[in-house]
C-alpha cells in the first residue's frame, strides 16, 4: 500500500489554513502545499500530484465543488481522493459533497491534533 506523504490544501480563511498546516506537517509529519482559493490552485496546480486534497467548500469566486470539477479535469488528478472541509452538517449537503466524488468529509471545526488520524484513516479506506 502506497503511504500518505504529500497533501494539497484549499482554504481560504488564513487562521485554519495555518492551523491545518501546522497539524500535517508538525504532528503528522506530512508534506503540504497550500493555496487560498480554488482559482490559485488550478492556476499553480502542482506539478507533483498530491496523494490526497483537502478542499474547503464554501470558498469567494470558486467554490469548493467547481473547484473539484475543474481538479478532474487536469491530468494526473482523476483519481486523487479528495476530502472535503466544511462548516454545513446537514446530511443533504454530505451525500451532494459524495456524489461530486468526495472520498469523505471533516467537519469544521476540526481537532488539530487528531486531523493527521483522521485522513491516515481515510487513506486506509482508500486503498
Not at 500500500?1 to 500535517?24: F, N
Not at 482523476?78 to 472541509?85: G, L
Request: glycine share 4%; with cysteine.
Amino acid at each position: 500500500m502506497k503511504e500518505l506523504h504529500r497533501i494539497m490544501h484549499v482554504e481560504d480563511d488564513p487562521d485554519i489554513r495555518e492551523i491545518t498546516r501546522m497539524s500535517l506537517e508538525l504532528v503528522g509529519g506530512f508534506e503540504v502545499v497550500q493555496f487560498n482559493c480554488g482559482v490559485e490552485a488550478i492556476e499553480n496546480i502542482p506539478a507533483q500530484v498530491p496523494d490526497m486534497i483537502l478542499l474547503d467548500v464554501m470558498m469567494p469566486v470558486m467554490d469548493g465543488m467547481e473547484t473539484l470539477k475543474k481538479l478532474r479535469e487536469i491530468a494526473g488528478y482523476e483519481d486523487v481522493p479528495v476530502i472535503f472541509v466544511t462548516a454545513k452538517t446537514s446530511r443533504a449537503d454530505f451525500s451532494h459533497l459524495r456524489d461530486l466524488g468526495a472520498q469523505d468529509i471533516i467537519l469544521k471545526p476540526f481537532e488539530p491534533m487528531e486531523l493527521p488520524n483522521q485522513l491516515l484513516k481515510i487513506w486506509e479506506n482508500c486503498q
